[in-house]
């Protein structure tokens, strides 16, 4: 009898160790699972194209290249400025930041940094980004030392290309304008 009521604990032993080694290595396991997919993934190499294209427009910006930044804008771009004003295409972003890189940005350096990416199809993805900028005058040509914000990019890939259909920016720094 002792024989089996040893064996028998034996195995319920052995199946409880079993069963705390799952417990605590399933965890472990998926999290190496996810790094492993994180660093290989089937979007990786989009994920880098979409990056260079926030590179692209940081790139323009900081030479002061309205038509460089704007290259990898549709033509029919959405675009909102960090003020709310919608400028409706890929001529009038570059318009409206010539002048800018003429006079008030003519100092200006940006660093963008890319948040997260979301794909909402093979050929449609959501970027968000966050900027600083340094070297900005105001409207009303005080200096304007330090902005900070969020840009969010919805791009399509067209004919092998990621670009810009939707962007909206937000200024952390903005302030409302004074009442009249």
């Known amino acids: 009898m002792k024989t089996r009521t040893t064996t028998s604990a034996t195995r319920n032993l052995g199946r409880c ?21 994180t660093d290989g993934s089937p979007n990786s190499g989009e994920d880098a194209a979409l990056k260079q294209v926030v590179a692209g427009f940081s790139e323009g910006w900081n030479t002061h290249d309205a038509h460089a930044m704007c290259a990898s804008l549709a033509d029919d771009v959405e675009w ?15 318009d409206e930041h010539a002048k800018l890189f003429a006079d008030l940005y003519k100092n200006t350096h940006r660093t963008d940094t890319v948040k997260s990416i979301r794909y909402l199809s093979p050929e ?47 200024d952390f720094n903005a302030m409302a304008p004074a009442a009249k």
């Open 17 to 37: 160790v079993a069963i705390l080694i799952l417990v605590f290595a399933t965890p472990l396991a998926i999290g190496l699972a996810r790094a492993a997919v």
């Open 80 to 94: 909102v400025n960090w003020r709310g004003e919608p400028l409706g295409s890929r001529q009038a972003v570059e």
């Open 124 to 170: 449609l993805a959501v970027v968000d980004d966050y900027w600083t900028m340094t070297g900005a005058r105001k409207r009303d040509g005080s200096e304007w030392p330090y902005r900070a914000g969020y840009s969010n990019f919805v791009l399509a890939k067209r004919s092998g290309r990621w670009i810009v259909i939707v962007s909206h920016t937000a």
